[in-house]
């Protein structure tokens, strides 16, 4: 039997990294290049390094919104000059094998059911918590495809700004931008903190926030924490009250916030979610490998070629 094989993409702002991997999601070579110059052109160019006859299919993913259907990026921060662009379409025609595009979280929420620590549930909702929020939604093992803005449920009516225009965003209040813009009002403030005797060349890190000033007891630092853990607690209840998952998958830096954030987070989440649907939920904490997306990539593409998937044949 022919040999199946499928290139998985992830189009970074810094870094364009494509993978060849097997149906069962182990990567047999992986490459790198700067997202620098003409990137559909590098990207090309980098598929084509991997290529072989046995490739069935390509996947990219994208951070931003994607019209997966028209094969469209309609906004991509750290990547504009992909917007707009027919990029699935071209590279279709070029290697003459399907090519679709995602989202990174939702990929990364497939990667994760494929070879992560999703693998032992088959529904599960994915939460990225980094310097934004995101997420991702597995369920019967497959990925949901739909948008998953996860960070930007409402959990505050007329709440923070958020990043992306509206208020009252879980991202405006449970990312570790929102945790440092919690830490600046704090200063400005003049509320009393160890924080302000921090050396002022040195921007203070969430990771200082959550590791030392918390830890040394700093009345803001535990305050900011424990806020931010409250509302990450909403946005997990309302997951489970909607989608009732087998699991939530937390990763991402702040995953390591343990004490008050965390603990607040889960404290809240119980509190919070429909008693009874809470207890079939099970919620866990995982690091992301960097290779996670690039097997969910991998594997949306298989899927497209078999035309289990409306993603483009
Ligand atoms: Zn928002």
């Known amino acids: 039997m022919k040999k199946k094989l499928s290139i998985g993409v992830d189009l970074g702002g810094t870094n364009l990294r494509a993978a060849i991997v097997t149906p069962e999601g182990t990567i047999e070579k992986k490459l790198k290049v700067p997202s620098v110059g003409d990137v559909l052109k590098t990207l090309s160019e980098l598929i084509e390094r991997l290529f072989t006859p046995d490739v069935v299919g390509i996947g990219l993913a994208v951070a931003g919104l994607v019209d997966v259907k ?21 590279l279709q025609e070029r290697f003459k094998v399907p090519v679709c595009l995602e989202n990174d979280a939702n990929l990364a929420a497939l990667g994760e059911s494929i070879a992560g620590a999703g693998r032992s549930y088959d529904s599960f909702v994915l939460f990225t918590l980094g310097t934004g929020i995101g997420g991702g939604i597995v369920r019967n093992r497959q990925l949901v495809s739909v948008s998953s803005e996860i960070g930007h449920m409402i959990v ?15 991202e405006a209040y449970a990312s570790s931008s929102a ?16 924080m ?22 700093d009345a803001l630092a535990i305050d900011i924490l424990t806020k931010a853990g409250l509302y990450l607690g909403i946005g997990i209840a309302n997951i489970i009250n909607i989608l009732s998952p087998d699991a939530v998958i937390l990763t991402g830096g702040l995953i390591e916030a343990k004490t008050y954030y965390l603990q607040t987070a889960m404290q809240t989440a119980y509190t919070t979610a429909i008693k009874e ?20 990539s991998a594997h949306v593409a298989f899927q497209a070629a078999e035309g289990l998937l409306n993603y483009g044949k």
Do not use: W
Not at 196 to 207: D, F
């Open 70 to 90: 028209n094969k469209k990026v309609l906004f991509s921060p750290n990547l504009r000059q992909i917007e707009g662009a027919d990029i699935a379409i071209i």
């Open 156 to 170: 505050e009516a007329s709440g923070r700004m958020c990043g992306c225009g509206r208020q009252g965003c879980l």
């Open 179 to 194: 945790i440092m813009s919690m830490v600046r009002e704090g200063l400005n403030s003049g509320v009393d903190t160890l």
């Open 196 to 217: 302000k005797h921090h050396p002022p060349n040195l921007a203070i890190t969430p990771a200082e926030v959550y590791l030392e000033y918390a830890q040394k007891g």
């Open 277 to 296: 649907l809470f207890e079939q939920t099970t919620i866990i904490t995982t690091h992301l490998s960097d290779d996670i997306g690039l097997i969910g």
